[in-house]
């Protein structure tokens, strides 16, 4: 069974910063696209960022310059790191595998509270 366990969500002041982790189970890690999605309370769910196989990346305009995806394929991990926090990034963060054949073969971890105050 895939298995996508995150880590590092927590309580963060305004300004402050956060490493969210991302392990991977059940997959070839190598063959799948990384993402990290956020979902407030009350709105849709939305990207923040992804990375490709070859660790191509692509951000939200709301998180570019603070955020930085990444991974490590020898690891099965995928990481956002998050600097310079604010109340408005408060939200679920998921991790998001999605395999080169598309979203029929897609999963997510269950999602890590990030809560920025001021």
């Known amino acids: 069974q895939v298995q996508l366990v995150e880590s590092g969500g927590g309580l963060v002041q305004f300004g402050g910063s956060l490493r969210l982790s991302c392990e991977a189970s059940?997959?070839?890690?190598?063959?799948?696209?990384m993402g990290w999605y956020r979902q407030a309370p009350g709105k849709e769910r939305e990207l923040v960022a992804l990375?490709?196989?070859?660790?191509?990346?692509t951000y939200a305009d709301s998180v570019e310059g603070r955020f930085t995806i990444s991974r490590d394929n020898a690891k099965n991990m995928t990481y956002l790191q998050m600097n310079s926090l604010k109340p408005v990034d408060t939200a679920v963060y998921y991790c998001?595998?999605?395999?080169?054949?598309?979203?029929?073969?897609?999963?997510w971890g269950q999602g890590t509270q990030v809560t920025v105050f001021s």
């Open positions: 998001n595998a999605e395999s080169a054949l598309g979203p029929l073969l897609s999963y």
């Open positions: 990375i490709g196989r070859f660790s191509s990346t």
């Open positions: 059940g997959i070839i890690f190598s063959t799948y696209h």
